[in-house]
């Protein structure tokens, strides 16, 4: 093409000053508005018939025809406006950015940091090569000065001895030392890269995490350290000996990296080696005798983690020690015992409990007694060590635990033992035996059964039928708060029977015992009572009525098979079966009734179970007898809490109720009472102090004192003559006869002068004179 010199102005100006479109880079980022027309459409037509716009002369480029910029003139001025808008419009967009362009900057982001990680990495490669570099140069310069000075040497050896070969034996040694010394480098770069390759990790895994991070930023989830500090934080603390294990492997893992640094840096074999590693982590001190900067510095890092490993090692030691101490000290251990007695539980009757238990294994040498309540134990054994009595060769072993949980249970070995007491706790009855039901439950659920029986106490008589719902014969249900109501009315009604029961109920003197004999099958219980000269058969145990006690049976009852005696003995090892005694009954007095008298009562304090100690009194006492109650609970009060307890007033046949208010431990207020015409004074454990046993004791001491006082005198023994005329001369034996004619038996006696009464005496069959004054202790159905 050529240039028209006819041109207009713009046309020359257009030459000289080409248009903006053609100077001016473009930038896909950002544009700009240009004063001149855009003519990039039309010069991309024309230029489309060429193979390619980059092949074109810049001078061809500029030519373009006058006479084609005016055809296309309006062309242009279109594409012009055009072109504004749209940049216009991508102005507008630049400024504000839409989503599209966050996306993009984030992943430019991402890109960016991945870039500078992966420069991070090539960086450390670089520093690493470089320094293995720099000490496989210093390590030839040190190599090449030993090879010259042992050059000499052996030269001057060889001179000496005029060795003709020596020529080879020196081109041999370089070789071998070249080759020894690329190993030795080889073991430096190892350790240092297994050194750094835990950091390496590390980082990686964070930067692994930032990227998850950055990508999903909707869902919360955690990063891979937590999870792997997660996961090494399950491993330390579910399996057991993991803290050892990780302590072995680090320990190797040192000894290994010292042994390949030291090969590195030391003319020693790998072996040696690595034995002097062992010996900079067993003993710090060891490194002294290291000489070079490589071997002191590399001894001093193998010492400084042996130190760290052996504090790690005395700390796992020291944690092992002080757990299994504690553990023993807390009473967590395990009970490895067999036909033990447990107890379960903690109360005020612990003591006397424990006191009756040694009494009864002394005849067995002693024996073992497993404590287990909800208390810390040692307390436990400071409170049982305070207790003055000798335990007679028993052991008493305490734990700490729950008996509602099945693994403190068999923690204690309740499968194996021969008994298993569960005592009521002090406090709120409902409460306590509540509790005992579900250690009863507890017992029943223990997947090895039970080997021997259990004994429930309970506080409130109308919970026994459920204790004994779960537990069924398994279980032996006893209500101490209703058996000492009931003894205490017996007590009351027999001056001295309280020292009889205190005998027979303790294992000081004479007990109840229950054993099978099969020589007595076949005979009478009459002729049985005769049969033991150390022992006095008082029931029967049938076994054809599920274990059934029958006390006093008829004389015509014929033992069965499976029967057990019931015996007033020493002890269990203490009597047996003799042949039958030659011994003649004879007759009793003609006087054999004694008329009921009317009696007078008091009752000093308010229980819970008032009504069935009523009940009691008035299937005992003659009719027209009174009970007064003196307490401080207000007469309203008292109707309510008897009729709440099942106790209806109105049909009382042979009791009169009187009551009384007042303070039992106020002297003003027993002195209103006519003391001196009861023939029995009760003194109850008051319900209001009933949670408190020292309160309660101290109460009804400071009653007891003040009654005395104010009689004067102390209360006497009274007996009865029933079985013998005064003076009549009879064996022991022919006194328990006779009172066979009133089904009653004879258990013991007391002399009329003699202060205690004798249970189960010797010499049965020796004769001796009665007095009428002397008194019997019998059992008997009623009075």
């Not at 000996?241 to 003319?267: E, M, N, Q, R």
């Not at 004479?510 to 000269?533: A, D, R, T």
């Amino acid at each position: 093409m050529t240039l028209n010199s006819e041109s207009p102005s713009t046309s020359n100006r257009d030459w000289f000053f080409p248009s903006q479109s053609f100077n001016v880079p473009r930038s896909p980022a950002r544009r700009f508005f240009s004063p001149y027309p855009r003519t990039t459409t039309s010069f991309q037509n024309s230029s489309s018939n060429f193979t390619s716009p980059l092949a074109v002369p810049r001078t061809l480029r500029r030519r373009i025809s006058h006479r084609r910029r005016i055809q296309n003139s309006a062309g242009a001025t279109t594409d012009e406006i055009g072109g504004n808008s749209n940049d216009a419009v991508l102005i507008q967009s630049e400024d504000c950015p839409s989503s599209g362009n966050k996306r993009t900057t984030s992943a430019h982001k991402k890109y960016t940091d991945f870039v500078r990680w992966r420069m991070a990495c090539v960086i450390a490669m670089v520093v690493m090569c470089f320094t293995s570099l720099l000490h496989k140069n210093f390590s030839l310069q040190y190599q090449v000065s030993d090879l010259q000075d042992e050059f000499s040497t052996l030269n001057a050896r060889l001179r000496h001895c005029n060795i003709s070969d020596s020529i080879d034996i020196i081109d041999s040694t370089p070789e071998h030392n070249i080759s020894s010394a690329s190993l030795k480098i080889t073991a430096l770069i190892l350790s240092l890269m297994m050194l750094s390759l835990p950091l390496v990790f590390i980082k990686y895994m964070e930067y692994i995490s930032n990227v998850r991070r950055q990508l999903d930023n909707t869902t919360e989830e955690l990063s891979l350290n937590k999870r792997l500090a997660y996961r090494v934080d399950v491993f330390l603390s579910f399996h057991p000996y993991a803290k050892p294990l990780t302590l072995l492997i680090a320990t190797l893992l040192l000894i290994s990296l010292g042994g390949l640094a030291l090969f590195g840096v030391t003319d020693d074999s790998i072996a040696d080696c690595l034995w002097l590693s062992w010996t900079y982590v067993a003993n710090s001190g060891n490194h002294t005798n290291s000489e070079g900067i490589g071997p002191r510095l590399v001894s001093v890092s193998v010492s400084f983690g042996g130190m760290l490993i052996f504090a790690m090692m005395l700390g796992l030691v020291s944690d092992a020690i002080s757990e299994k101490f504690d553990s023993l000290r807390k009473g967590r251990s395990e009970v490895v015992e067999q036909n033990h007695t447990l107890i379960l539980g903690w109360s005020d009757k612990l003591g006397s409990l424990l006191n009756q238990l040694a009494i009864a294994n002394e005849s067995l040498g002693g024996g073992t007694v497993v404590v287990m309540a909800e208390r810390d134990k040692e307390e436990m054994e400071l409170d049982i060590a305070k207790m003055e009595f000798d335990f007679r060769g028993t052991s008493v072993i305490c734990r700490s635990g729950s008996p509602l949980i099945l693994a403190d249970l068999k923690k204690v070995s309740v499968s194996k033992a021969r008994a298993i007491v569960v005592l009521a706790e002090d406090g709120n009855a409902d409460q306590s035996d509540a509790r005992a039901l579900r250690t009863v439950l507890s017992l029943t659920g223990v997947k090895e059964g039970l080997r021997g029986h259990i004994v429930v106490e309970l506080s409130d008589l109308d919970n026994e039928v459920l204790v004994k719902l779960v537990g069924g014969d398994l279980v032996e249900t006893v209500v101490a708060h209703d058996v000492i109501g009931r003894l205490m009315i017996q007590c009351a009604r027999q001056p001295g029977l309280a020292q009889i029961w205190e005998d027979i109920l303790g294992f000081e003197n004479c007990e109840f015992y229950i054993k099978k004999w099969p020589q007595f099958h076949g005979m009478q219980f009459e002729e049985v009572l005769i049969s033991f000269p150390d022992a006095i058969p008082c029931g029967i145990k049938v076994a054809s009525s599920g274990g059934k006690i029958i006390l006093n049976p008829d004389d015509s009852y014929l033992l069965q098979e499976g029967d057990e005696v019931l015996v007033i003995a020493e002890d269990d090892d203490s009597y047996a079966p003799a042949p039958l005694p030659m011994v003649q009954g004879g007759n009793l007095p003609k006087n054999l009734i004694i008329p009921k008298t009317t009696e007078r009562i008091l009752f000093c304090g308010w229980r819970r179970d008032m009504e069935d100690m009523i009940l009691v009194l008035d299937a005992f006492l003659a009719h027209g007898s009174e009970l007064w109650m003196f307490n401080e609970v207000c007469e309203k009060e008292r109707e309510k809490k008897l009729t709440d307890g099942g106790l209806d007033i109105s049909r009382l046949a042979n009791i009169i109720l009187v009551n009384r208010e007042g303070n039992a431990v106020i002297r003003r207020h027993l002195e209103s009472l006519p003391l001196e015409s009861f023939g029995s004074i009760l003194i109850l454990a008051d319900e209001s102090v009933e949670d408190s046993a020292i309160q309660a004791d101290s109460r009804s001491l400071a009653t007891l004192l003040l009654i005395r006082d104010i009689q004067g005198n102390e209360m006497q023994i009274r007996g009865a003559d029933l079985y013998l005329c005064e003076g009549e001369e009879l064996s022991f034996y022919e006194v328990l006869l006779r009172a066979r004619q009133r089904r009653e038996i004879v258990i013991g006696y007391r002399l009329a002068n003699a202060e205690k009464a004798i249970i189960n005496p010797p010499a049965k069959t020796e004769r001796r004179r009665w007095s009428v004054k002397d008194v019997f202790v019998i059992i008997a159905d009623k009075e």
